[in-house]
């Protein structure tokens, strides 16, 4: 009877650690449900009109490819197999990758990719070349690799009515703008098919009903607020964040008018108390920000200053005869935001300024979100520039000098007081896995897969 209970104890434990090993191993098949607060109004990555956010390049990513990816300040093979730079980085030549097709079954071809580029940037010359497509910049660009993996500039196919064609993991089933898109897997994609059988993502939600989603087992990969994150739970998934990527800043409408402005202005950024605001705000969220790039992307970023001074607040406010009021706008939807606007008012009114918080309407300065384009030091501070109404850093040599100067040089204008970096939450259910976050915030799903939930 022992020897018996002995087999029989060997043979269970072999069975069971064949089934813990089957388990570790990615499995075909399911259905993966996401929740996402962005609701856009197109999936074509090049149209302006819809604002750039961490869900619309996780989107654009299970749909498209770029010619090249960035990761961790390299380029990789996209749909470009390779690539060269001559003229002083002044002409770029990619040799497109053969044997990829569109989802609607056409070839990539370098007519296709050269118009796609040149839709999604209007100032390029973009050009085809046999099997390669060719950028000729007016001045050198050395940061073009960064720039061609921006998720804007996706190769994309559209048709005579503008629907979009990728050449992605996924295909479009189903899509209603703004509230729900159906996705499937490519069976012959040029990456290989994707574990998942298919992607359903439900857009516009807050972030509280996304956690509910997450918690009742409607929603697999769901998006968490960073004042929230301090709090969520570890029994209802699995939390996940990127590194600093977002930047929170107050961005004025104009440029400077006067010196008396100019000291306001000043005084204003010495007024804002960001350690307090962090602390209970933002719950710890993120780091307080007296610039525009994190340190982990520029290497400098604890050079500039954070710390409010009060006293030298007073003192600048005290030298302006009057101060006119300023409104202060932000975006009504976002529950922080009114809050964080409210707290700034406070402590101008302590450094002698008058802010007036609104939702509605034109405002003096704004209160806005920024998610960093790319891990890349450049191509993020160009695309600050560009939101907050700077003049674009000539980058010529990218020298970390040279970078440093066009930090300075934007943070001298006195258009925009940087107060937050602030990394991107995610929360996945037990059963998600080898899911991960790229360094520009956004969900790689390609090698996802769903097994048994923990």
Known sequence: MKHFAFHWLA????????????????????????????????????????????????????????????????????????????????????????????????????????????????????????????????????????EVALPRNAIVKRDSEEKVSGTGPFHIVEWQPGKKLTLAAEEDCWRGRPFLDGVEIEMGRSFRDQATALEVGRADLVEIAPEQAHHFPAARGRLVNSAPIELMALVFARDVSSPDEKLLRAALELSVDRGSIHSVLLQGAGQPAGSLLPTWISGFGFVFSSQADLQKARQLRDQVHTARVWTIGYDGADAVARLLVERIALNAKDAGLSLVPTAVGASDLRLIRIPLASSDAWTALEGIAAQAGLSKAKNNGATVEELFAAEQAALASQRVVPLFHLPVFYAASGRLRDWSLRADGSVELANAWLGAAK
């Not at 069975?15 to 197109?42: C, I, N």
């Not at 869900?55 to 990513?61: L, Q, T």
């Not at 990816?69 to 002083?88: C, D, F, I, M, Y």
């Open 11 to 146: 043979v269970s434990s072999l069975f069971l650690g064949l089934l813990a090993r089957a388990e570790t191993r990615p499995q075909y098949g399911g259905t993966l449900r996401v929740t996402m607060y962005a609701a856009p109004a197109t999936l074509d990555p090049a149209d302006s009109r819809v604002p750039d956010s961490f869900a619309r390049r996780s989107v654009a990513s299970l749909l498209f490819d770029t010619l090249v990816t960035w990761n961790t300040g390299h380029a990789q093979p996209g749909l470009a197999e390779s690539w060269q730079s001559s003229k002083g980085n002044q002409r770029w030549q990619f040799r497109l990758r053969h044997g990829v097709k569109f989802h609607d079954g056409t070839a990539l071809t370098s007519d296709i990719a050269a118009a796609s580029l040149r839709l999604a940037n209007p100032a390029w010359s973009v050009r085809a070349e046999g099997e390669s497509v060719v950028i000729d910049c007016d001045e050198p660009n050395p940061e073009m690799l960064a």
